[in-house]
């Protein structure tokens, strides 16, 4: 199922995509939620297309994440102002990174919500395995 689908079928609803998405268009963070609770996401690159990471949604407010070749770290997930924001147990300044979700040609996409830095990073995969972390919330 491409991403695109599976919002579709999420809370976003037709006024979001009415059909072919041209152009950006913004999701919210509460939309991102509805789509990716009880998944697991990989994240790409979109300059240098390298797997950046893959992030488990255990529920609205924990998610856990993991850099390849790299343990896991459990994130404290937050949406103010339009962004979906996440702390990470790891972060050494205890400020949360955040992003902007959006769609572009129908493709699940976020932006850094940072103006120094611009990164952005699409989303490839969504799927229903786990990241079979030690220690994970159930719920």
């Not at 790299?70 to 962004?83: A, E, F, L, R």
């Not at 120094?116 to 972390?133: F, K, S, Y």
């Amino acid at each position: 199922m491409t991403i695109g689908k599976h919002l579709r079928g999420c809370a976003l609803g037709a006024a979001l995509l009415p059909g072919a998405v041209s152009a950006q268009t913004i999701i919210t963070p509460e939309a991102f939620l509805d789509a990716a609770v009880g998944k697991t996401l990989t994240f790409y690159e979109i300059r240098s297309g390298g797997l950046v990471g893959t992030e488990q949604f255990l529920n609205r407010s924990v998610s856990v994440w993991r850099e390849e070749g790299q343990g896991c770290v459990y994130g404290q997930i937050t949406t103010p102002n339009g962004q979906i924001c996440f702390l990470y147990d790891n972060d050494p300044d205890g400020i949360p990174v955040c992003w902007w979700p959006f769609l572009h040609e129908g493709r699940l996409m976020v932006r850094l919500a940072s103006f120094a830095e611009g990164e952005i990073q699409e989303v490839r995969t969504m799927t229903e395995r786990g990241l079979n972390c030690p220690g994970a919330p159930l719920s």
